[in-house]
């Protein structure tokens, strides 16, 4: 079946670095997500992406569609302590309604 | 406020004790979903519905019940819960087939078995 990799599984920073992530699939994506999880919280969608190639900012943060449609990234400049959470990539599948999330990138910034 | 509202946020419940975990959004939304989220396997779907009276399973829907008798509601229902049931649940919403935007989380539900 379809898998999703993200990585780094974890990382730690110090507070005003930058920060890339990315998230890799077996197969070709129509939609790539890109989702936030404080703890203790749910997710809260961050960016949405829709074709190949796509580049959209949010703010401080910017994510990208790859060309392959196997592949997105998301960066954060400029980090602070609140972008402490898992960020998760994701693809919605419309025709039955479903999201499937990747493992997950673990944030942690240092002050 | 736009939002999904779960209650309740905790529960520590005995195995084989019926429970419902409701879930409500104000947002009109079509579809509506349960995850639940566990360490090492990350989100996985129980449930979703695409429309008022129709659900479907998702990946993990053994031991859960849904329904969907209205729109903005959707209910979660263990009737025998066991202690492998233990986690952190997520009801979600999104707009329906005319949007592709992802889903709209709750803020979670955590449920201990003993």
């Known amino acids: 079946g379809q898998q999703l990799n993200q990585s780094p599984q974890s990382m730690f920073i110090q507070e005003g670095e930058d920060v890339s992530m990315n998230c890799t699939s077996s197969s070709i994506f129509n939609t790539w997500l890109w989702y936030k999880q404080d703890p203790g919280e749910g997710p809260v969608l961050l960016i949405a992406l829709y074709k190949a190639g796509e580049l959209t900012s949010n703010g401080r943060l910017t994510a990208q569609f790859g060309i392959t449609r196997k592949d997105s990234f998301l960066n954060i400049s400029a980090s602070i302590p609140s972008d402490v959470g898992i960020y998760f990539c994701a693809e919605l599948k419309t025709s039955y309604d479903k999201v499937i999330f990747g493992p997950g990138t673990s944030l942690s910034v240092i002050p | 406020e736009a939002q999904v509202t779960q209650n309740p946020r905790y529960l520590i419940t005995v195995t084989g004790k019926k429970l419902t975990v409701t879930c409500s959004q104000n947002m009109n939304h079509e579809y509506m979903s349960w995850y639940r989220q566990d360490p090492g396997l990350g989100l996985r779907q129980i449930y979703y519905?695409?429309?008022?009276?129709?659900?479907d399973k998702g990946d993990v829907p053994e031991g859960y019940k849904v329904s969907r008798k209205e729109k903005r509601n959707f209910p979660l229902i263990l009737e025998s819960p066991s202690p492998n049931q233990t986690s952190l649940y997520f009801c979600?919403?999104?707009?329906?087939?005319?949007?592709?935007?992802?889903?709209?989380f709750g803020s979670g539900t955590r449920l201990t078995v003993v």
């Open positions: 519905s695409m429309n008022v009276e129709a659900t």
């Open positions: 979600a919403s999104r707009v329906g087939p005319q949007g592709h935007y992802g889903y709209t």
